[in-house]
């Protein structure tokens, strides 16, 4: 069965970082491109950043330039985001997910809470 784990989600203070991770399960990670996405409370999903297969090329949403990175680690078959200065706005439910042509996979949600 393939499936995406997601962990690393908590409670943090502002300035603080974080590092979701996600285990891609029953498959090779290597054909698929990822992404991350995050819903907050009352609003929207919304996409945060995706990195492509076919290049490499990395987009992230405006509101987390520069203080997010997305990454991969084929040979162990993750997905990772680390979140650093996050602020009270960065408060969401965030989920990881990888696709290709034919196929795509979602996390279960990782609960990140930015609070004081």
């Known amino acids: 069965q393939v499936q995406l784990v997601e962990s690393g989600g908590g409670l943090v203070q502002p300035g603080g970082s974080l590092r979701l991770s996600c285990a891609f399960l029953?498959?090779?990670?290597?054909?698929?491109?990822i992404g991350w996405l995050r819903q907050a409370p009352g609003k929207e999903r919304e996409g945060v950043s995706c990195?492509?297969?076919?290049?490499?090329?990395?987009t992230y949403a405006e509101s987390v330039k520069c203080r997010f990175t997305i990454s991969r680690d084929n040979a162990k078959n993750m997905v990772f985001l680390q979140m650093r200065s996050l602020k009270l706005e960065d408060t969401a439910v965030y989920y990881c997910y990888v696709k290709n042509y034919d196929s795509d996979y979602w996390g279960q949600g990782t609960q990140v809470t930015v609070s004081s």
């Open positions: 029953g498959s090779t990670l290597d054909y698929y491109a």
């Open positions: 990195l492509s297969l076919t290049d490499g090329s990395t």
